[in-house]
Structures are given as structure tokens and as C-alpha cells.
């Protein structure tokens, strides 16, 4: 009974030591299987993003049924997505149970989040150098993108860790769409470029109201002369024109610093003025802007529709739009000579449930997005640039852009302008790193802002015992003080010796092993010993 | 016949006492009544007790509820909520709330709240407001169970399909999308929506809505939530009566 209790024990052991050594598989074991087994069926989930826009999800749609006539094999079944943070929480909720998709539309803030699971996302260096099935392949059923077709800029945004977690799908800024006409009725011109003081100066201008809370430019009762829709954008963005810090590389936190102390105390002026708001406070800016109850608003050149007083897509009633001069622009800059704008937009990773076929079948479509077909279809749904030099060039994306203003739907003036201001750009485009706790760092950001618009429209105090105080909230809501704030989260950090019960605990663990050994071996001889002794 | 009189009479300024006292008795030191609140500047601290009429979305800690007391709704966006004290959060619950009096695209809400639950219960009747539908007045409903009677399927869009999902048709039943749908009366056509994490594709409400044809005469109930105009959140569709 002893000796079966010892073998389980020791079964046990060599079990636990096993599955130990599963669980700690490093990422970056998957291995690109030597040709496609078209022998079996495969089911891929695909979990895409749209912008609440019809045409894109018929692009998906028919991107699956193309790329299912040339692989017939590969099933792709896609789940329908309007919000990044609703895919990221999807994603985290499933990692533990492995039922992520096998391919999906994200950020690779996000991704770098995911990666927390051991070997969840597959690594895609060896996919995309494989002669056979990598990036422009041999054995690609389409034309797909050779590796240095992907704009190097976006292709470098997918580096995490000095690895390639994903491709670019993708790729917009943000941009500020005007209303010229007021502008000029306030005495201005729009400058090509503007500057920060140039949009607050305007704004201050177009809050006036008269005694009965009119507003005097637009003779409503409503007026947001500037209004933000990403404020963590808005605050990245003024932090790196400024220099200022935000993180490092591997993941040290500079947010919380005096720049971005005063560039919130100026808009906290500017917001008692009431000169400014947030989408989450108030609402869509184009819904403002259309409406003429908006002078500067900031979106994403993703939803360059939605914008202006022709906008072919819209959330208010058309009754409820003003005729105007729309202007589109970079976002402000502290300094034209040098602007500096976010690139951003969807990248496609691939999961990893632990067969190499199935993540080849999964490379295979998230390859075939990148083909002309689609990234041409797609880009032209929006203030979107196709990722790849090949779509960029392609005869008809050239047309199309060539074609600009001709109607309003696809050739819709506003939209194509923001492709343009991409397009014309890119050098002045960057991204911050992404690292695990990347994507908290980032709400951080933009959390400081409407905090402090929030506090100021509550006429709550504004003054440094408030920031010292909202500092200390965010940092404690977004998690940010796992260790040194200085260190980060996602750099390595040296944490020092071992303390003193750990280093205890480790040892007992060590000596109950060698104990049980010595036990089992112990009874192991013994038992022999006998054996011996009868067979003699 | 004057004693009757003088009884009936009696019984009404008891019954209207009882009322004035049930009402006076929900409210707690400090808390506002719905007159208060709606009377309230946007951007100022309100307290208010309400009773939970139906739970949207619970997420990292943040939980959005529809509520409402006797006199009128209350619609809390975002409240910090722990998943333990969601689950709590049945319909009837009574809860003290404190927050901040908000707008988002004509939605009037309370924001950045804190609750705590207390004793009490109080489940509303869907109130009849169909021939408010075309009023002005309308906005005085926002966020209370409300029902509409008698209500005409229209189109949504040029094919001819009686719903969409997502406002435009880009979402799907997998897909837990949205669904819209319009209905007319008296001429006059409006949006309504199953808000999906409201009720998800799994409700019968929203199997109700992906069954409806273009011509079909219904009652609905929902919720009188805005956006840009009324945008009722529907709860529940049947055939009229």
C-alpha cells in the first residue's frame, strides 16, 4: 500500500513536472508545417471590425467567399465587431478557455495584452519568410504582398518585442474637420497647418453667447466650438509634438509628468471657457459639426463620412443640418515646421489553439486581406489607405483618388481628401510602443483629459492638489504602479533578492523532493534486496 | 346619498394622503424627488432613490441600468458596480444613487454614480404614450417603460426588409448586432431598437423583431431612451390587441 501510495505520489510529481513544463512552452514554438493538408477541412472564426458600414462588412463577406472558392477547404466563418475595446474584451475573456478566433482585427496595443497567454498569438517572422506559403509564396492561389510591398512604416507599428505579432490591414490618422464658413464669419482664415493657439484662440472666440444664452455665431443654444472624439490621442499627440515623455520602449510610464500637467490645466481653461468637449461627454463630433454647433472637430480620418455638410452618412436627421464650407486638416501642431500626427488603423493577428494547420490555414487568410482586391474595396469604404505599395499603385485606387468630389458616396470630397493627408504624410506619422499594459497606459491618457474637462464643467477646484489627486486615481485605476512607475509594466525589472520566506519555501520544496526520492529509492532497493535474497 | 358622497370623498384625500406619504416615504434625507432632479442643472451632483426597472451591460465594474420611481426614470450610464452587487441589482431593487446629471446626445443621464441598495421594491407599468409619439412632449417620457399600441411595420430600407441589423444593415444575428425597425402611426414613422445587450440575440423580443413583416399591426414596450430623438429601447413586441 506504502509502495502504490509512493508510485502515485512520484506519478504525480512526474505529471505536475510535466505539464509545468507545458505550460511554460516559450512563445514562438509554433513551427510552420512542411505543406497544407488539404486532406482535412478547416474551420477559421474570424472576428472582424467595422464602422457601423454596411459596404465593409459586404467587402468581408466577399473577401470570404473569394478566398473559400480558391482554399475550398477553409471554412471562414466571421463575427461581426463595431468597437475595438469590445474585441479586446472578448479576446481577454477567452484566452483561458482557448476559444479565441483564429483570426482577428486588433491593435497591437491589444495584442501585446493577449500575449500574456503563453503562446496565444502565433509569432509571424517564420510565416512570413516561409518560400512556400509566406509573403508572396509559391504556393499562394492569389497575389498576395511580398514582404516589402507592406509600407515598412505600418508593417513596423506590428513589432512587439522585436517579433511580428501581426500584419497591417489598415491604416488612418486623426484629422480636424472645419467649418470654414465659420471660421471666416469669426475673422480668421483656416492656415494650413494649425497650431494649438491658432484652435483655442477660435474657439474661445466662438463660445460667446448673448444674454439669453444664445451663442452669437450660430444663433442656437447649442455650441461646441472644439470637440475631441479619441482624447487619448489628443493628449499622445500634444506629448510627443512637445517632446514631453509618455513610456519607453519596453513599457517604463513618463505620463504622469509636468508637461502633461500643463497642457491639462490650458484646456482646463479653455473647457471653462466653454470652449471645448469630448465624445464622451457629449456626443459624436460630426453629429455637432453637421448640425452647426461645431467649428473644429477631430476624428478619425476613418470616419471622414460621417463629416461635413454633405456627410453621406449620418446619426441626426437631415433636417438638422446647416449648409457650410467644409476644411479638413492635419490635428494641431505646436510646431508646423515639424508636425507630428498618429498613425493608426486595424492589424490582423492569428491565435494559436495548438495545430500548426490550423494557423497556416488562419495565416493563409489573414494573407489574402492584403490582396489588391480588398485592400482597394476597403480603403475606398473610408479615410482609409490600403497598407500595401501594390494597392497604393494599383490603376484603379489611383482613379479613384483621381476622382475626388465627383459624387458624394464613393468619390465623396472629405473622404478622399483624408486618405490624402495620409498618404502625403506618413514620414510625420508615428506610434507609441506596444508593450503589456500599453492599452491601460493609453486610456490612461485620455482618462486625465476628460477627468479634468469633467471637473472643470462640475465647477469643481482645478488647481495642482487636484492633478497631484488625479494622478494618483488614474495611476491606481489603470493599474499603472505594478512596480516602479519609472520601470513600467512591460519592461524587465531586476526585483531584487528573494525574499527571505520565498527563499524558505523553495528549500522545503527541495528537501520534501529529495526526501521522497530518497524514500522511493529507499524502497525500491529494499524490495529487490528480497527478491534477490528468494531468487538465491 | 351624502354619506356616500362624504365616504367617497374620504376615501379620495385618504387615498391621495397614503400616495403623498408612500411618495414622501421613499425619499430619504437629502434625496431628491423627480421634480427636483429634473428641475437640476447638467453637470450637478444629484441624489436620488429609484428602483431598478431592467439591467443593460455590466462591465469592469461599471454596470448601466434602467431605473425609475414612482414620478418618473432615471437612466444611470456606466455606475461603479461590483459583478457581486450586479447581480443583486433585480428588477424592483431599490437603490440610492449618487451621481452627476449628464447629457450624451439628448440622452439625460446620471454619470460617474456610486449606489447603495436599500429596502424597498417597486416595479413600473409600462405607461401608454402612443399618442405622444408625434408630441413635442415626448421628451418629458425619456428613459420610463412606456408602451405604443397599434403600431404599423414599415420598411427599413429600399429592399423592403422589416428590420436591420445595426441601423444600416451591417450586423448580423452572430453577430449580437443591434436591431432596428421602424413603425408608423397616423402617418408618421419612427425608429425603434432592440438594444442587444439589453436584450441579447437570445431573447424573445429579439426573435419577435427577426420574425416581424412589413405590414404587421403590433404593441411594443420598452424603454424611452434618446438619442439625436427618441429611440425607444424596446422590451417586448406582440400583436396588437
Known amino acids: ?42 474551420e477559421i472564426v474570424f472576428w472582424a471590425k467595422n464602422d457601423t458600414n454596411k459596404t465593409q462588412t459586404e467587402i468581408y463577406q466577399k473577401a470570404i467567399d473569394d478566398f473559400q472558392a480558391l482554399y475550398p477547404n477553409i471554412h471562414v466563418n466571421m463575427r461581426l465587431y463595431t468597437d475595438y475595446g469590445k474585441i479586446y474584451n472578448d479576446v481577454i475573456t477567452n484566452i483561458s478557455t482557448n476559444t479565441t478566433p483564429n483570426v482577428c482585427i486588433t491593435y497591437p496595443d491589444h495584442i501585446a495584452t493577449y500575449m500574456t497567454g503563453n503562446n496565444v498569438v502565433v509569432p509571424l517572422d517564420p510565416l512570413f519568410s516561409d518560400p512556400r506559403y509566406g509573403l508572396g509564396g509559391s504556393e499562394l492561389r492569389f497575389d498576395g504582398p511580398a514582404q516589402d510591398e507592406i509600407i515598412p512604416q505600418f508593417l513596423s507599428e506590428c513589432v512587439i518585442a522585436g517579433t511580428h505579432y501581426a500584419l497591417p490591414y489598415m491604416r488612418s490618422t486623426e484629422a480636424v474637420y472645419i467649418n470654414k464658413t465659420f471660421v471666416e464669419k469669426l475673422g480668421y482664415e483656416v492656415p494650413d497647418i494649425l497650431t494649438w493657439d491658432f484652435i483655442w484662440e477660435v474657439s474661445d472666440k466662438a463660445a460667446q453667447k448673448d444674454a439669453d444664452g444664445v451663442y452669437l455665431l450660430n444663433g442656437q443654444k447649442v455650441m461646441i ?52 468637449s469630448t465624445f464622451k461627454i457629449s456626443s459624436y463630433p460630426a453629429n455637432f459639426l453637421n448640425a452647426g454647433q461645431c467649428v473644429f472637430a477631430v476624428d478619425s480620418t476613418a470616419g471622414a463620412t460621417w463629416m461635413g455638410s454633405e456627410a453621406p452618412l449620418t446619426d441626426i436627421s437631415r433636417d438638422k443640418f446647416v449648409a457650410f464650407e467644409t ?80 459624387d458624394n458616396k464613393e468619390h465623396y470630397a472629405v473622404k478622399i481628401e483624408a486618405s490624402r493627408l495620409l498618404t502625403d504624410n506618413v514620414a510625420s506619422t508615428f506610434v507609441t510602443p506596444a508593450f503589456n499594459g500599453s492599452a491601460s497606459l493609453r486610456d490612461a491618457a485620455g482618462q486625465l483629459i476628460e477627468n479634468t474637462v469633467k471637473s472643470v464643467r462640475r465647477k469643481q477646484t482645478v488647481d495642482d492638489a487636484y492633478f497631484e489627486k488625479l494622478y494618483s486615481d488614474i495611476v491606481s485605476l489603470y493599474h499603472l504602479n505594478q512596480g516602479d512607475s519609472a520601470q513600467g509594466m512591460g519592461g524587465k525589472q531586476d526585483l531584487g533578492p528573494l525574499p527571505g520566506m520565498s527563499r524558505g519555501l523553495l528549500i522545503g520544496l527541495v528537501v520534501l523532493w529529495v526526501g521522497i526520492g530518497l524514500y522511493a529509492l529507499r524502497d525500491f532497493l529494499e524490495k529487490h534486496r528480497k527478491d534477490f535474497s528468494k531468487r538465491k | 346619498m351624502k354619506k356616500i358622497l362624504a365616504l367617497m370623498l374620504t376615501l379620495c384625500v385618504l387615498l391621495g394622503l397614503s400616495a403623498f406619504a408612500s411618495a414622501e416615504e421613499t425619499k430619504g434625507e437629502g434625496v431628491m424627488t423627480y421634480a427636483e432632479y429634473a428641475a437640476a442643472d447638467l453637470d450637478t451632483e444629484v441624489v436620488v432613490e429609484t428602483y431598478v426597472q431592467a439591467k443593460q451591460s455590466w462591465w469592469d465594474n461599471k454596470a448601466t441600468v434602467y431605473t425609475q420611481d414612482q414620478d418618473g426614470a432615471y437612466f444611470l450610464y456606466n455606475m461603479a458596480c461590483s459583478e457581486e452587487d450586479y447581480a443583486k441589482l433585480v428588477p424592483g431593487t431599490k437603490i440610492k444613487v449618487t451621481g452627476y446629471k449628464s447629457a450624451w446626445s439628448g440622452e439625460v443621464e446620471i454619470t460617474d454614480a456610486t449606489f ?115 429611440n425607444p429601447h424596446i422590451i417586448s413586441v406582440a400583436a396588437a390587441q
Open chain 1, 1 to 42: 500500500m506504502r509502495k502504490r501510495l509512493c508510485l502515485f505520489v512520484l506519478l504525480l510529481a512526474a505529471l505536475l513536472l510535466l505539464s509545468a513544463c507545458h505550460g511554460s512552452r516559450k512563445v514562438g514554438s509554433f513551427e510552420v508545417p512542411q505543406s497544407l493538408d488539404t486532406s482535412r477541412d478547416y
Open chain 1, 225 to 276: 466650438p472644439f470637440i475631441y472624439k479619441s482624447t487619448d490621442n489628443m493628449m499622445i499627440q500634444m506629448l510627443r509634438q512637445l517632446g514631453a515623455g509618455y513610456s519607453t520602449e519596453n513599457g517604463g510610464i513618463l505620463l504622469f509628468n509636468d508637461t502633461t500637467k500643463s497642457l491639462l490645466e490650458t484646456i482646463s481653461q479653455h473647457v471653462s471657457n466653454g470652449a471645448f
Open chain 1, 327 to 406: 476644411a479638413m486638416r492635419m490635428v494641431p501642431q505646436f510646431d508646423p515646421a515639424n508636425p507630428k500626427m498618429i498613425s493608426q488603423g486595424p492589424s490582423v493577428c492569428v491565435f494559436n489553439h495548438g495545430d500548426p494547420q490550423e494557423v497556416l490555414a488562419s495565416w493563409l487568410f489573414t494573407q489574402y486581406l492584403l490582396s489588391n482586391d480588398v485592400q482597394i474595396a476597403y480603403a475606398s469604404t473610408e479615410g482609409y489607405v490600403p497598407v500595401t505599395t501594390c494597392a497604393q499603385q494599383a490603376p484603379e485606387y489611383v482613379d479613384y483618388l483621381a476622382r475626388i468630389g465627383e
Open chain 2, 116 to 230: 447603495e441598495i436599500e429596502e424597498g421594491s417597486f416595479i413600473a407599468e409600462p405607461l401608454d404614450i402612443t399618442d405622444k409619439l408625434a408630441s413635442e412632449d415626448l421628451i418629458n417620457y425619456q428613459n420610463l417603460l412606456v408602451s405604443f399600441k397599434g403600431m404599423t411595420v414599415e420598411a427599413s430600407n429600399d429592399e423592403g426588409a422589416a428590420f436591420l441589423y445595426s441601423w444600416d444593415g451591417s450586423g448580423a444575428h452572430d453577430s449580437n448586432s443591434d436591431l432596428y425597425f421602424k413603425v408608423s402611426k397616423d402617418g408618421q414613422t419612427y425608429s425603434f431598437t432592440v438594444e442587444s445587450y439589453l436584450c441579447d440575440n437570445t431573447t424573445d423580443v429579439y426573435a419577435a423583431v427577426e420574425n416581424l413583416k412589413v405590414g404587421d399591426v403590433i404593441d411594443l414596450t420598452g424603454f424611452l431612451y434618446w438619442y439625436e430623438g427618441a
